[in-house]
């Protein structure tokens, strides 16, 4: 279940977010990519559904794991098949995440313990005596949107994707003939700022649509082209056409750029995950044509609402992020511009450390995500990895819905210094970031 806000086309932009300079001579641009200044990327990977953390990053030492698998019952994963991290002994990872122990033992990745939403920092104790939390805890909608837009409710318009663009478009990216923030899994909030908003492409069809008419296909789209020059008078109309004018113009540069330049040599798995990134890579490859320095992206997969069978439906989907993780980062170093891209991961929530009674597990709070680029500080867990215990210290009830020890908006306020927001303007960026005294958790 996903809380998105879908484009009536695939190239929905502000007139704003706009500078339509007309097709430029790519060929020629493009040949200076690798030369683009101080560029960087962002790249979420949005793991739908609420993804089991518990399971993800589990601890290896003796005592550790024993105590995990006496209280996850049948939903604890066996010993002998759980991936070791070199740098980090007393833990390790699901065993479809081989890739991504690859890249954590190679210091390119880093592990961020039990993250999830909150107003401001938290204990057990502060939450049952009813401390402000954010609004509708454990609802997917919710706290789907409550990730994106980095606020204490859903309601909050714009995502902290969205508010960096608005921030940083005319200082990076004053020349740029696409926005700063493109999405491959639809227009999300994350990526909605209050002046700009994303170009949203569907992966391997940049030209948005489809057509089977033949030689009437090119008439056609003169035709509705043509159709949208035509003044209604009405306002909603009107600001209507100019969006699908910008997404026609969007599609003409992104396709012109990418195919004046040879694929890469990276190979990417088949569909999913796998083809969002690939066509991620395949922007950034043309970035110096689109005039960008700067850009964000998002990406997405499902279903993680795993309330049955969770081992074989987790298993299934953790094996298809892990190597196209990992394919994406290759494709940076073909590129040169390892350091200059990081990818990161966010979810509705974690699920309950305690299994239901159909061997799947129910939604819950705080949750562990993966950073991934050269220019992470890699090889190390960041944050207070929970406490195992039911009820226990970090507990917020008795189901083992951890309590987060670090907010949402302090791991979005260290990718967002990262990528360039000054300290003195985190706030416009992220409305709580003041409420806590750790602004940078330092992984990269």
Known sequence: MRANRRSFIKYASLAAAGNLAGLRPFGTLNALASTTP??????????????????????????????????RGPLALAQNTLLPLTPLPNFALHPSLTDIQTLFNSGNAALVANVGTLVAPMTRAQYLAGQTVPSNLFSHPDQQLEWQNAAASGATPTGWAGRMADLLTPSYNPSATIPMITSV??????????????????????????????????????????????????SLVTADDHITSNAYSYAQILTAATQSVPPLATVFPAGGLGAQLQQ?????QVRAALG?????????????????GQLVAQSALLASISPAIAAFYQATQEMGI???????????????????????SDHAWGSHHIVVGGAVKGGQMYGK????????????????????????????????????????????????????????????
């Not at 020059?229 to 009405?234: D, L, M």
């Not at 306020?413 to 709580?432: C, D, E, H, I, K």
């Open 38 to 71: 101080d560029y960087k990327a962002l790249v979420c990977i949005f793991l739908f559904g609420g993804n089991d953390a518990n399971n993800m990053i589990v601890p290896f030492d003796t005592s550790g794991y024993n105590s995990y698998a006496s209280l």
């Open 185 to 234: 899994d639809g227009d999300t909030l994350f990526c909605n700022g209050a002046s700009s908003t994303p170009v949203s492409v569907s992966p391997g069809n940049l030209g948005g649509a489809t057509c089977s008419e033949g030689s009437e296909c090119t008439a056609r789209q003169t035709a509705a082209q043509a159709l949208l020059t035509f003044n209604s008078g009405v």
């Open 280 to 284: 991620i890579a395949q922007i950034i």
């Open 292 to 308: 960008v320095q700067r850009q964000i992206f998002f990406a997405g997969i499902g279903n993680f609402d795993t309330h049955a």
């Open 338 to 360: 390892q350091d200059s891209v990081t990818s990161f991961t966010m979810s509705d929530f974690s699920r309950t450390f305690q299994p239901n009674s159909n061997t799947g």
């Open 385 to 444: 990895f929970p406490t195992l215990a039911l009820a226990g210290p970090d507990d917020s009830g008795s189901n083992g819905r951890w309590v987060p020890s670090t907010a949402s908006s302090q791991y979005a306020a260290t990718l967002a210094q990262w990528f360039g927001v000054p300290v003195a303007q985190l706030s416009t960026v992220l409305p709580n970031i003041g409420n806590f005294t750790v602004n940078n958790l330092g992984f990269v």
